[in-house]
């Protein structure tokens, strides 16, 4: 069976501060919603992505509709109109299953999302829940008024999985009857006569909702991150031409560069520092020059293998720094065309690109004008 995601990313609370709906605010480097979403992106099992989004969030509608592996839905005025839009949204795309998720738990855990899809085999819902271990009281204006068991009690957490024509049914069925909504679908489920197993929940799946849940969530983060540099290095010499590649931009020179491709050094340089990066060798490994079928190849063609590789393999792409040596061209002119261009191959933010020139002082074969020399470094992370 194929399961869905659906990550509810409409809602417009502020308690966590900032300024800004806690889903856009930054956590280590990206926006919470980014977290989340590479969760799931990464997670064995799941198929469509349904993103339900604010109609006032005009910037992120922006930014994920170039997205295709997202499906965009429009939020409602609560959480349940949100998800009702959301399942709407997977008509006729051919899933049986989906995880609904709040968009604002995004340390969820590859096991967890694996777990709930897992329960799904014997029962038509599931959800994590977090055995309550402390004692509970009751409580009125700042003093504690008496005590509550805490046997079979639960936090509940997300994703929260269900068979699709189920919780479709019973989210109309709800609807008809308390418009007001409901806490969350596993509440939903049970109003239409569900059965909802209970997978362990995990303590780092936490929700983001108050300010000092950013600094938790944070160091949760960070000590799940595989972070990866690679280093890059290439050369080419001159010969007969009108002007050279670099870096996706044809810039015109009196010669131009000699390769078995279009020798676009500084691609060259980029696309090896991915692969070193992955421990995934280099340009020659997956595209060997002895093959005559890459003699003249746009180098975009390797580039874009090996970020999709990347991608692939989990990681996403934090930085690109490229520093081309010559003497000749002048690189100033074109380094902002050039990020773009590898922005643009890449899927990748133009500010997280550095493309810089020096030179050898005159000496070695750049220095003599006898070519051009690259060097580069990225960063990937896996989180």
């Given at each position: ?150 046997d079979g009690l639960f936090a509940a ?123 995934q060798g280099d340009i020659g490994r ?73 030179t050898s002082e005159r000496l070695g ?19």
């Amino acid at each position: 069976m194929n399961t869905a995601a659906l990550l509810v990313a409409a809602g417009r609370g502020q308690r966590a501060g900032g300024g800004l709906p806690k889903q856009w605010r930054l956590l280590t480097g990206k926006p919470v919603a980014q977290w989340t979403l590479d969760a799931f992106h990464h997670a064995p099992g799941i198929g469509p992505i349904v993103l339900v989004l604010s109609p006032e969030d005009a910037e992120a509608w922006a930014s994920f509709s170039c997205d295709p592996r997202l499906i965009l839905a429009t939020g409602g005025p609560d959480r349940a109109a949100s998800v009702r839009n959301g399942l709407a949204a997977l008509d006729g795309i051919g899933v049986d299953r989906v995880l609904i998720h709040d968009i604002a738990r995004p340390c969820v855990s590859q096991a967890l999302i694996a777990a709930v899809i897992h329960a799904l085999d014997d029962a038509p819902a599931a959800a994590p829940g977090l055995a309550v271990t402390d004692a509970l009281w009751t409580g009125a204006d700042d003093e504690v008024t008496g005590t509550q068991d805490r046997d079979g009690l639960f936090a509940a957490q997300t994703p929260q999985g269900f068979h699709l024509d189920a919780i479709r049914a019973a989210h109309a069925a709800h609807h008809a009857t308390h418009p007001g909504g409901a806490a969350d679908d596993v509440e939903v489920a049970r109003a239409a006569g569900l059965r909802v197993a209970i997978v362990p929940g995990e303590a780092d799946n936490l929700k983001i909702t108050r300010p000092e849940d950013f600094a938790r969530a944070e160091r949760i983060l960070r000590q799940d991150m595989d972070v990866r540099l690679g280093n890059g290095y290439d050369v080419h010499r001159f010969g007969p031409g009108d002007h050279v590649m670099l870096c996706g931009v044809a810039v015109p020179y009196e010669r131009g560069l000699q390769g078995h491709s279009d020798a676009d050094v500084g691609m060259h340089a980029i696309t090896d520092a991915i692969y070193g990066a992955l421990a995934q060798g280099d340009i020659g490994r997956h595209f060997p020059p002895s093959d005559p079928q890459w003699k003249g190849a746009d180098s975009a063609i390797f580039l874009r293998h090996a970020g999709n590789l990347a991608r692939d393999m989990g990681f996403q792409i934090s930085n690109i720094d490229c520093t081309l040596v010559c003497e000749w061209p002048k690189i100033g002119p074109h380094a902002e065309a050039m990020a773009h261009a590898l922005s643009q191959i890449l899927n990748l933010s133009a500010d997280r690109i550095s493309v810089k020139a020096t030179t050898s002082e005159r000496l070695g074969f750049t220095g003599r004008g006898e070519g051009i020399a690259a060097l580069a470094t990225t960063a990937l992370i896996k989180g």
